[in-house]
């Protein structure tokens, strides 16, 4: 399967519990994305990385929420101590960069926060 | 930031009839403008795209407008089927990251009666 892959596709979680969750973009894309959707709602951005380099996170972003591409291939997205609004479809997706807009959407992990 | 409005937020018609969705955005200087459809449960996909040099594009049964001065977009469907129901989200970019971040509309729920 050459399309972007999550992993885990669900979690439940209890309110102030640390999640992890994963992505692995298409080989030859270099920017990877992680966006948030909630049900009703178009995803919302979250923070971006081109290669292993986080280069924009959004204002809205809560601190506890961390994300790293430590080698630019896979990358990782930290929640910690969660709360019940965290609950949401996250998720993940890569292009080739600023010339090829064209995004490859992850399925996403859905998180409940209990 | 880039605002991105959707309307209508839900939209139901006949078999064979054309569906037409509408979007508006804030950023003068955004370029690149897609629409991704999303099937219940599924992810994201890009279905069509536009630059801002061109005013239409077509693709089969799929077209989409696009209105500088007045700063909005519509997704035109013809001869609609019953496949063609999903939720479909419009985006535009923010200039502060020359087209990296997309911000989508709310969503439009596309109903196809057989």
Same mark, same amino acid.
């Given at each position: 399967? !050459?399309?972007?892959?999550?992993?885990?596709?669900?979690?439940?979680?209890?309110?102030?519990?640390?999640? !992890?969750?994963?992505?692995?973009?298409? $080989?030859?894309?270099?920017?990877?994305?992680?966006?948030?959707? !909630?049900?009703?709602? @178009?995803?919302?951005f979250l923070t971006?990385?081109?290669?292993?380099?986080?280069?924009e996170k959004s204002?809205?972003? $809560?601190?506890?929420?961390?994300?790293?591409?430590?080698?630019?291939?896979?990358?990782?997205?930290?929640?910690?101590?969660?709360?019940?609004?965290? $609950?949401?479809?996250?998720?993940?997706?890569?292009?080739? @960069?600023?010339?090829?807009?064209?995004?490859?959407?992850?399925?996403?992990?859905?998180?409940?926060v209990l | 930031g880039?605002?991105?409005? +959707?309307?209508?937020?839900?939209?139901?018609?006949?078999?064979?009839?054309?569906?037409?969705?509408?979007?508006?955005?804030?950023?003068?200087?955004?370029?690149?403008?897609?629409?991704?459809?999303?099937?219940?449960?599924? /992810?994201?996909?890009?279905?069509?795209?536009?630059?801002?040099?061109?005013?239409?594009?077509?693709?089969? /049964?799929?077209?989409?407008?696009?209105?500088?001065?007045?700063?909005?977009?519509?997704?035109?469907?013809?001869?609609? +089927?019953?496949?063609?129901?999903?939720?479909?989200?419009?985006?535009?970019?923010?200039?502060?990251?020359?087209?990296?971040?997309?911000?989508?509309?709310?969503?439009? +729920?596309?109903?196809?009666?057989?």
């Amino acid at each position: 399967d !050459t399309g972007v892959s999550q992993d885990p596709r669900h979690k439940i979680t209890k309110r102030g519990q640390n999640v !992890t969750f994963r992505c692995d973009p298409i $080989s030859e894309h270099n920017r990877l994305y992680w966006y948030r959707q !909630t049900l009703g709602q @178009g995803p919302e951005f979250l923070t971006y990385f081109q290669n292993e380099a986080q280069l924009e996170k959004s204002r809205l972003l $809560s601190d506890r929420f961390s994300a790293e591409r430590p080698k630019g291939s896979f990358s990782t997205l930290e929640i910690q101590r969660t709360e019940q609004g965290d $609950s949401a479809m996250y998720l993940c997706a890569s292009n080739q @960069g600023q010339y090829n807009e064209k995004l490859f959407f992850g399925s996403g992990t859905q998180l409940s926060v209990l | 930031g880039e605002n991105v409005e +959707q309307h209508p937020s839900t939209l139901s018609v006949q078999e064979g009839d054309s569906a037409v969705i509408k979007c508006t955005y804030s950023d003068s200087a955004s370029n690149y403008f897609p629409w991704y459809k999303q099937e219940l449960g599924k /992810r994201p996909q890009l279905i069509i795209d536009i630059r801002s040099n061109v005013g239409e594009k077509k693709d089969q /049964r799929i077209a989409v407008t696009l209105n500088k001065t007045a700063k909005h977009f519509s997704l035109h469907i013809t001869e609609t +089927q019953p496949e063609d129901s999903a939720v479909y989200f419009c985006a535009a970019p923010s200039k502060e990251t020359s087209g990296s971040r997309l911000t989508f509309g709310e969503g439009t +729920q596309l109903t196809v009666n057989p």
